[in-house]
């Protein structure tokens, strides 16, 4: 097994496949390294395909301490693996909380990233809903921690926004399911309050996402409610960033539109590789629908 190390002496597990342009996968609260198995077979023909379990995560470390566990760690544990594997720059695909994690790699580190994918990112972001958002955060640890994570996994598994994947995919739903339950309870518990509970809002994070420069793709899934007036947040916002909406889809696209998801995803990287990624023309940015205005 392998394991990269963190400047706070956290062991990150990961896998890797392929050779090529480095691309490292970022896995969502109820994932770990095995969700981007799709991901890894189709990218790892052409890439140095890398997904790795964040800290809190079996096989990686599970630290004790909720105050090892934050949003500028989860981001910098990706700088974490691409150093331990001698990387400089990489592509980054990133999903829910390794959606936020990619968009904040992207802050603090954009000068290691080659592109970010930023898909189902927006959970708790709407100004509006961020109380509700904070109070199921500190339920969800408390449940975790009192019931345990096959409990958990029972009721989480389908929420609104995963019921689409069994609808699809009744199998890959259940291994989904399996998975989730073979989590540490104290792991997730802190990874909600440390991690979830206390990020930032993207409302809060506008002035970054104007000076960010570096090729974005933004996906969400139509069904993906909480996600996307945030997809269309950072589109507004983010002078590189493209937006896609993949029609029928809640939340983890990448479990239930792999296909479209990997295609998607790899027509933006070949344009990135190519140099042909652009940056938003200001011109339609103008006040006017039509460009058309009194003399």
């Not at 140095?48 to 090892?68: K, L, Q, T």
């Not at 500028?72 to 980054?92: E, F, N, P, Q």
């Not at 990233?113 to 109380?131: D, H, I, K, N, W």
Request: charged share 20%.
């Amino acid at each position: 097994m392998a394991y990269a190390k963190t400047d706070d002496g956290v062991a990150l597990f990961y896998e890797a496949t392929g050779s090529g342009t480095p691309l490292i996968f970022v896995h969502e609260f109820a994932g770990d390294h095995r969700s981007w198995e799709a991901q890894l077979r189709h990218f790892g023909r052409r890439y140095h395909a890398i997904a790795f379990n964040a800290r809190g995560y079996p096989p990686s470390d599970v630290p004790a301490e909720p105050g090892a566990y934050s949003q500028a760690r989860a981001s910098d544990d990706i700088a974490a693996v691409l150093d331990h594997l001698g990387i400089d720059k990489a592509h980054v695909v990133g999903l829910s909380m390794g959606g936020f994690a990619t968009l904040h790699f992207g802050f603090r580190h954009a000068g290691r990233a080659r592109s970010l994918t930023v898909a189902g990112c927006g959970y708790g972001a709407e100004p509006a809903a961020r109380a509700k958002f904070q109070h199921e955060a500190d339920t969800i640890a408390a449940t975790l921690l009192r019931d345990g994570m096959a409990a958990f996994a029972a009721k989480y598994a389908y929420g609104p926004t995963r019921v689409q994947l069994e609808n699809k995919d009744p199998r890959g739903f259940a291994e989904f399911a399996a998975q989730l339950a073979e989590h540490s309870a104290l792991g997730s518990a802190n990874t909600q309050r440390g991690v979830q509970r206390a990020r930032p809002s993207l409302y809060e994070l506008t002035e970054p996402m104007r000076a960010l420069s570096v090729p974005t793709l933004i996906l969400t899934g139509d069904e993906d409610w909480p996600c996307l007036a945030p997809g269309i947040l950072m589109k507004q916002h983010i002078p590189s960033a493209a937006l896609s909406v993949m029609p029928n889809c809640g939340h983890a696209i990448n479990l239930e539109a792999p296909d479209e998801f990997n295609r998607l995803v790899g027509d933006f990287l070949a344009q990135v590789d190519a140099g042909r990624w652009p940056l938003r023309d200001p011109r339609s940015l103008s006040a006017s629908v039509t460009g058309i205005t009194d003399p």
